[in-house]
Nanobody, 125 residues
Framework: QVRLVESGGGLVHPGGSLRLSCATT????????IAWFRQAPGKEREGVSC????????YYADSVKGRFALSTDFARTTVYLQIDSLEPEDTAVYYC??????????????????WGQGTQVTVAS
C-alpha cells in the first residue's frame, strides 16, 4: 500500500527557512518519480520540484529555483524539500506526490497517482 506522509510545515517569518519531509512507504522508488506541489488559497496547484529516480535527476519550477532544494535520504525513501529565503508568496499547502512506475515526461506536471495529506507552510511577519 503506497503511503506518503508529509511533515515539517509551520509558521515562519519572511527570510526564514523550512525543511519539509515526505516519508514514502509501500513501493520501490527506483522506477518512480516523486514531486512536491503546493497550492495557495485561490490558486491552482503548482509543481515546484521533483525527482525522477530512473535518471536520478531533479527539477525545479522557475519560480523557486535558487531557493528550493530537493534531496533524499540514503535509502531514498524520504524526500526532503529545503526552502530558504521564504517569502509570503510561498504560503501554501505543500503536497508530496508519487508514481511508482513513472512513464516519462515532465515530472513537474505528471499525473501522479498517489498523494500525501499536505503540510501547511505560512510565511508571515
Amino acid at each position: 500500500q503506497v503511503r506518503l506522509v508529509e511533515s515539517g510545515g509551520g509558521l515562519v517569518h519572511p527570510g526564514g527557512s523550512l525543511r519539509l519531509s515526505c516519508a514514502t512507504t509501500g513501493f520501490n522508488v527506483h522506477e518512480s518519480a516523486i514531486a512536491w506541489f503546493r497550492q495557495a488559497p485561490g490558486k491552482e496547484r503548482e509543481g515546484v520540484s521533483c525527482i525522477a529516480y530512473t535518471y536520478g535527476s531533479t527539477y525545479y519550477a522557475d519560480s523557486v529555483k535558487g531557493r528550493f532544494a530537493l534531496s533524499t535520504d540514503f535509502a531514498r525513501t524520504t524526500v526532503y524539500l529545503q526552502i530558504d529565503s521564504l517569502e509570503p508568496e510561498d504560503t501554501a499547502v505543500y503536497y508530496c506526490a508519487a508514481d511508482p512506475y513513472w512513464t516519462g515526461g515532465a515530472c513537474l506536471t505528471y499525473p501522479y497517482r498517489f498523494w500525501g495529506q499536505g503540510t501547511q507552510v505560512t510565511v508571515a511577519s
